[in-house]
């Protein structure tokens, strides 16, 4: 949010300010499927959130604040179903910040455990929106057929700030 310049409605960011982040981020497009459970449907954790509701159109997150601010009232929304969708929210987070590649294909142990219980996927997704690297094929390269070492052709990324 600093990043995009941003600044908070009130004295800190909240859901009223990261609800912006929906659309520039295609959060409602990121699908978590539990690999080792494929009878549990995936999850969409961010599909339905709205700036009219910004906490509770997330019933996952809506559930984690309330039980926050009063256990003893709402401590039956501290379900297991709710805490699954908010670390599925966290993979969608992590593979947006930091790109889905640095996630599954790394040798760590974050990427080894993403890769043994999370499938991430994208539905519902527009292909305009889809990052394409720009290329430049060499002179005298034949139209019908494009064999050759593709990292140099690839052109470097032209970074354009996060507008919000």
Known sequence: ??????????????????????????????EVQLKPYLNVAPLRPFKGWSAAAPTQSLPWYDAYNKTKHDRN???????????????????VMFAVRFGPISLYESRGTLSTLVNHLFGLQLRDCRPETFYIPSIQVP???????????????VQP????PLRI
């Not at 310049?5 to 859901?15: C, D, I, K, L, R």
């Not at 009232?73 to 993979?91: R, S």
């Not at 990324?157 to 354009?160: F, N, R, S």
């Open 1 to 30: 949010m600093i990043l995009a310049g941003a600044t908070p409605v009130g004295g800190q960011f909240n859901t009223n300010d990261y609800v912006k982040l929906v659309e520039p981020l295609y959060l409602t497009e990121y």
């Open 73 to 91: 009232q709402h401590f039956d929304k501290a379900t297991l179903e709710n805490c699954i969708v908010g670390v599925a929210a966290n993979v």
């Open 139 to 153: 002179a005298g390269t034949t139209d019908s057929l494009i064999c050759g070492n593709r990292k140099e052709w």
């Open 157 to 160: 990324w032209l970074v354009q």
